[in-house]
């Protein structure tokens, strides 16, 4: 169901969507930077050649950090589209 008066107005809507955007920015960025560190961490460590339940450890810790950044990010662009 629509919301009615001036929250549900384009203008309302065009005014966050600077906020938005800018929070979409840095979760795209803070999700590519975990992937250079994470990337960059498996190369340096050689883990290429490790045991598999250490390859699988790295793994789901880089998932876990990305879901984190995501899930944070997400929770702040759906706070800022209800103008709270």
Do not use: C, K, N
């Amino acid at each position: 169901m629509r919301a009615s008066g001036p929250e549900s107005s384009g203008a309302a809507r065009q005014s966050r969507a600077p906020v938005l955007r800018g929070h979409l920015v840095r979760m795209v960025v803070w999700v590519l930077a975990i992937d250079a560190v994470a990337i960059g961490a498996y190369y340096a460590a050689d883990l290429s050649r490790a045991d598999e339940r250490v390859r699988t450890i790295f793994t789901l810790a880089w998932s876990l950090a990305t879901i984190a950044v995501v899930l944070t990010s997400l929770r702040r662009i759906r706070i800022a589209r209800r103008g709270r």
